[in-house]
């Protein structure tokens, strides 16, 4: 199988201390006020932090983690804050930043800020860290991973019987447990329809800038790929557009994203983040938090495959009903997606 791999180095390194997400550098919290100052238990007001890697305007990864921010205030009366383009060498200084202010959950929404959780919360033990798709456990933090490559299997399914050129391709950001996992099951599933699919895949080593992610789909493009997915949270958005420009289909993630091209975008894999920040604050304020990692998939209503929109009369009814029996054997649970964090 040929892959095309990009070693992309980050330009900046930052040079003072600051916190990166908002124009003052300072946390933002919500503009909505909650009249009671109890939440809906008759307690205090938890107060619920997070932190995010882009904008929570990219209607997708970042997106989907601030409308689940949102949830907890309305329905569970949570005091709310966030910090959004969160970057690696800040993410200790965030969550400290919160914890220091007496904040009771942090949430560091991806796999990166799993390492900068177990690191302040050992200085914070009363407040508990929440990460979502980390690997990291300990008294006061919790990873929630979802079973992304479920949906992952399944859009490598619908690409290999999509295609005419027989080459698909897949676009990730940064290298990570929680991303491999997802682009690894697309080639699974890919090779499920045609063990002899060619999939051409990038890592563009960013989750923001949306130029790489063009660019390495324009490459795919020129080299006959056909259906491109991806995994690149903002920066996927490039390759979604270099689809529609070159008019070939291509596969959302993270949100229902067919509102950026309806007429190229097959369908979306979207992580009901909202309902996850839910259920981690829940157990909090029901004195269920557990410190170890919990998975939630298809079964659980977590992770799901978006309507296909107008592509409804595009995709074959044959091919509609493969993915739709493929869907109902997950959640039985007679069909187990692989779970491969390897590089391949």
Known sequence: MKKIWKSLLFCGILSTYLLTGCSSGQPQTSNQQVEDSQDVQ????????????GAVNDMGWNQSAYDG?????????CEIAYTENVAAADMAATFT?????GYDVVIGHGFQFGDPALEVAQLYPDTKFICIEANASAENVASYVMKCEETGYLNGMLAASMTKSNKIGFIGPVQGASLVKIMNAYEDGAKSINPDIEVQTTWTGSFTDTALAKESATAMIENNVDVIGHSA??????????AAEAGIYAIGDSYDQYELA???????AIYNVPELVKVAVTDIMDGDFEGVVKELGMAEGI????????????IPDDVKQLIADKVEA???????????????
């Open 69 to 77: 921010l949102l949830l907890v205030e309305e329905e569970l009366g």
């Open 303 to 314: 992770v799901e495959m978006a309507p296909y929109h107008e592509m409804e009369n595009t």
């Open 97 to 101: 930043d919160y914890a220091a202010n």
């Open 42 to 53: 008759g307690n205090d007001k938890l107060k619920v932090a997070l932190c995010v890697t």
């Open 330 to 344: 997950i959640k039985s649970g007679t069909f187990k997606v692989t779970c491969d964090t390897n590089a391949r």
């Open 262 to 268: 309806p007429q190229t975008i097959l369908t979306s």
């Open 233 to 242: 949270n903002e920066c996927g958005t490039g390759a979604l557009n270099a």
